[in-house]
């Protein structure tokens, strides 16, 4: 092989491999390339996304208002059961007081 047979040989491997490269470049652009429709899907995926954390922004505030309100009626609950506990205690020594005072009535 002489000198311009290498050259020849060689100008042909590199426009090969230079093709192979251009036709591999292509293929994987067109292979990946997004279309209008994939652009449209993506666009409702993320409206939907928003729209559900919206949503769940407003559960989450509505759940803390009720457990407020529900917070509050306990300790409202809790009040007034202790304030009628002590009132039965109070009825219930008044009670016994009164049971002790007729006894010694009828005793005496």
Not at 21 to 39: E, I, K
Not at 41 to 70: C, F, G, N, P, Y
């Amino acid at each position: 092989m002489n000198r311009t047979e290498f050259i020849i040989a060689t100008a042909i491997i590199l426009f090969v491999a230079f093709a192979l490269g251009w036709f591999a470049c292509w293929l994987l652009h067109r292979l990946s390339q997004v279309t209008q429709a994939d652009m449209g899907e993506l666009e409702k995926m993320a409206r939907d996304l928003h729209d559900a954390e919206e949503a769940r922004d407003a559960a989450l505030v509505t759940l803390e208002e009720r457990e407020a309100q529900l917070v509050s009626q306990l300790g409202q609950s809790q009040a007034e059961l202790k304030a009628a506990m002590d009132g039965l205690r109070d009825a219930r020594h008044e009670a016994e007081e009164l049971r002790a005072y007729i006894e010694k009535l009828n005793a005496g």
